[in-house]
């Protein structure tokens, strides 16, 4: 698989470092940089989510998941770590590459657009720091709920379908995963309301979707 990979990264246009085992992979991460890091969850020696977990703490890399474990609890317990997609195996290449190219591409824009915060209340969305505060606190959020936060932060005034958010924070390939939206939202909410039954930041609106009301 590392070989496949590999070569078909390679085959267009991208240079491409390799691990065999998550020993060499944190190694690796060390003493390089890199624009994205592509795991397999079962390495050997520390698992793709330890290494994963090892380069959040370090560094803001792209992180793409490739697994042959497919179940729901694997793919969100992979993208609070930090991951910004998931593919279980098996898989074709151009649908590989597509999402390669994606996930370039969402770093790259959040690398290039900060804008103003957010803020309502005593609620504070911090786009260039990535993070939230509330009453001057910080908010224990993890890399996908953040970028869930954020995403209707910036949109703060407008209703957003599951669709839309689906497709702005999971990727183009997402669409039809409203339960991962749902999932999402109850956590947040349970972080960042002073009451979730009755929630002030984060809004429903029935059988559309949701939205943050506009900054103060």
């Not at 151009?94 to 959040?110: F, G, H, I, M």
């Not at 690398?111 to 309502?120: M, V």
């Not at 224990?140 to 949109?155: G, I, M, P, S, W």
Request: hydrophobic content about 40%.
């Amino acid at each position: 698989m590392r070989k496949y990979v590999s070569a078909n990264l390679r085959a267009r246009g991208y240079e491409v470092m390799t691990a065999e085992d998550g020993s060499e992979a944190l190694k690796v991460l060390a003493e390089r940089t890199f624009d994205l890091l592509i795991l397999d969850i079962m390495l050997p020696g520390p698992d793709g989510l330890a290494v994963l977990q090892a380069a959040r703490r370090e560094s803001a890399v792209p992180v793409f998941i490739l697994s042959a474990r497919g179940c729901e609890a694997d793919k969100v317990h992979a993208l609070d770590l930090g991951a910004g997609d998931y593919l279980t195996k098996p898989f074709g290449v151009e649908e590989l590459l597509a999402r390669v190219r994606a996930t370039l591409r969402r770093a790259d824009v959040s690398l290039r657009t900060s804008p103003p915060d957010y803020q309502r209340g005593d609620l504070v969305v911090d786009f260039g720091a990535r993070r939230a505060r509330r009453d001057g606190q910080d908010v224990a959020l993890t890399q996908k709920e953040y970028d869930v936060l954020a995403y209707l932060a910036r949109n703060a005034g407008k209703v957003l379908t599951h669709r839309q958010i689906l497709h702005a924070v999971w990727g183009g390939q997402y669409g039809d995963e409203a339960d991962y939206v749902w999932t999402y939202m109850r956590r947040i909410r349970r972080k960042i309301e002073p009451d979730p039954q009755h929630p002030r930041y984060l809004l429903t609106q029935p059988s559309v979707g949701y939205y943050v009301p506009a900054p103060e």
